[in-house]
Every structure is written in structure tokens, then in C-alpha cells.
């Protein structure tokens, strides 16, 4: 029986009834195992296009049953592309390399064996514990929110393709909570006029917050720390609001990076004032591995108009507003404060296809002609944005983090 005969006949004789066979008895290449996401998550870390662009290296993809169906993908569309559906603890049982969006649980730690591969994106400089269990357990773990930022790398750029989704519904939420239009109209009953968007970061999320709010008629200012993106947004039709003084580093990656207190001050000044012109704020700076800069204070909210609306898209490492509560929305003094980190879930499908084929890249370097595991340690994408490997930190930024925090 051949291999492919094999998995129809496994497909419909065994599955159906709960009895499984040792998969790995019968194939010999590398097994990548696609997980069901959490619940909540609607996203899932491969579509079918995905897979079946796997299968042509050679790989054997299987799925957890049901992973897809939160983003509209039935499990028969994963086995028309040649996956093969399986239950959670034969993903364990049988997978040489486990992919999903998000990190390991506590019972799922359990369930992995040594010298198996995780790679998702589980912020390794936030999350420790979970980077010293996976050390323990002498597991092979690669996080993508850690690839290194270089031009080869930007097709594996999950933070980047994220990011792009959050700026894009921020704005689509917070034109649906406005209780003004975002464009310029002129009608018989008289001119109104556009709405007045302020946001807080020019990173990927800002810049096509900045595109989509310029798309839908608004008059758009930012705030960013790095000059560099000056140009950017202006070429994007926003007004860039400039504060003397920034400190930029270049080896924080394109990242903003901590400034000093004076430059603090005239920056809060700065935010204050155009924030009580604003219907809109939208805010997006993030520090990686460390709290979100709080630049918009309560003094600041104190000064906005009524109606106005807050999109904290750093709400889930704590916020560059001073109110916001993660996953929730508050309303204070007449202005709506939505926390909200987990935009792509709500984009499930184009967001699924973005992270896939981001993952797809990557996990691409991990694959032999042959369909077998390589890891290529020499390779610098490869050792950047591995985190633990046979019980050893791999990553230097998260080794350099934990060496900190046994010393103090």
C-alpha cells in the first residue's frame, strides 16, 4: 500500500472511529503538525494554500481536527490539499515540528517531548517562565515575533503583517464609534467638516492607520520619536508633529527607544495639545520586552472633546493611555477608550493568509531538499529567532534579559 493509499484508508477507517496508528511507522520525512488555536483566537497558523505549498517540500502536514474552523476553513479543505486530520494528542504524539499562532499552555508543556520544535510567536522577552520551561524540557523553540529585522527577513515578518491588520481596523473602530464623519461633506444643509486624527507611533500599525484614516477623508497628524519616519508619514498626506531632541538608536532595530525627561516633558506638551484638537487617537507605540510609554495621561484625556474615541492598540502592555484596560472599553468624561491588542483575530481570514505565508518562509529554512529537518544554526535568521535549543538559551537578547534577572 502506498504511502498516499495509506492515508485515505487511515483517514477513513481509523479516525472516524477513534483508533489510531503510529504514524511514524509508516512515514519517514519530516511531520509538521498545525495545532487548533485558543480559545477566543479566531485565526489559524496555516490555510490549506499554505499547506499544500508545504507538501510540495516534501513534508507531511497534520492538522488538529477543527483548527481551521474559526476561520471559515472546514477540515475537508485541509485533506483536498493532502494534510491529514488528527486529534490534539497524536499532534503531540507524532508532529517533529509543532506550529500555531500562540504559545505552549501549561498542559500542552506536558505533552511535548525532548528535542521536539515549537515555533509560533510567544514574546519570549515578556513571557520567561514559559522560555525556562521550554529550556527545562530541552525543547527546540523558535518564536517569529523575534526574527531579526533585516531586509531578508521581511518575508517572515509577523509583526510587521500584524500589525498592518491592527492599523487598518483601528480605524474602520473608531469610525464606527465616532459620532462624526471622518470625511469632508458638502450638502444643502452645509459644509461638515473632516474629522481630526491624532496617532501616537509610526510604525507599521501607524503607517497604515495613517493610509486608511487618509483613505476615508480624515486630516491626520503623528507622533513618532524616530525623525527617520518623517518622510514616511508626510508621503502618506499626515502631518508629522515634531519634537527636538529625540534620542534614535539604531541598534534597537527601527524600535523607539527610551528617552530622557526632558525630551519627555516637551513631547507630553506637545501630545496634549494636539490630542484636544483631535476626535481621534489612535495609539500604537510599543517598546519590545517592556511596558508601553504612557503619552496619553488622564490631564491630556481631561482636555478632549466630548465623542472623541481612543484606539489603544498597546493595551496589552499596558497602554500608551493612561485608562485603558485590555479587552475592554471605558468610557471617561464623554470619550469612548477601547484596549485592543488582538485586532487580527477579528480579520481571521487575510490575517491567517499573512501569518501562513510568513510562517511558510521561515519554517522553509528548516527543510532539507529531502523533506527532513535542518537546523542551520549558521544561518542568521535561523539563530535569531530561535529561543532554547538542548537545553540551551539560543536567543541573545532573551539570555542577556535572564541573566539580568538572576543577578538582581
Known sequence: MSILTFSYFFQENFLQKDIYLPL????????????????????????????AALKKKKVTIIVEKGAGETAYIPDSQYLEVGAKIMDRKQIFTDSDLILRIHAPQKEELEMLKPDQVWV??????????????????????????????????????????????????????AAYRLPVFFPMFMSAAGTIRPANVLILGAGVAGLQAISTARKLGAQVEV???????????????????????????????GYAVEQDEDFKKRQQEAINLKASKANVVICTAQIPGRKAPLLLPKIAMDQMKPGSVIIDLAASSGGNCELTKNDQIVEYNGLTIVGKSDYPSQMAVDASRMFGKNAFNFISLLIS???????????DLVLGTCITHQGKLYNDRVKSLLENKTTL
Do not use: C, W
Open 24 to 51: 511514524k511507522s509508516v512515514i519517514e520525512n519530516m511531520v509538521i503538525g498545525l495545532l487548533k488555536e485558543k480559545i477566543g483566537e479566531h485565526r489559524v497558523a496555516l490555510l490549506p494554500e499554505i499547506v
Open 223 to 253: 507622533f513618532d520619536v524616530r525623525s527617520a519616519v518623517k518622510e514616511e508619514v508626510m508621503s502618506l498626506g499626515a502631518k508629522f508633529v515634531e519634537v527636538e531632541g529625540a534620542k534614535d538608536d539604531k541598534a534597537a532595530g
Open 120 to 173: 509560533s510567536a510567544f514574546n519570549p522577552l515578556v513571557n520567561t517562565e514559559l522560555v525556562l520551561e521550554l529550556q527545562n524540557k530541552k525543547i527546540t523553540s523558535f518564536s517569529l515575533d523575534m526574527i531579526p529585522r533585516t531586509s531578508r527577513a521581511q518575508a517572515m515578518d509577523v509583526l510587521s503583517s500584524m500589525a498592518t491588520v491592527s492599523g487598518y481596523r483601528a480605524v474602520l473602530d
Open 369 to 379: 531538499e529531502e523533506g527532513e529537518m535542518q537546523l542551520n544554526f549558521d544561518d
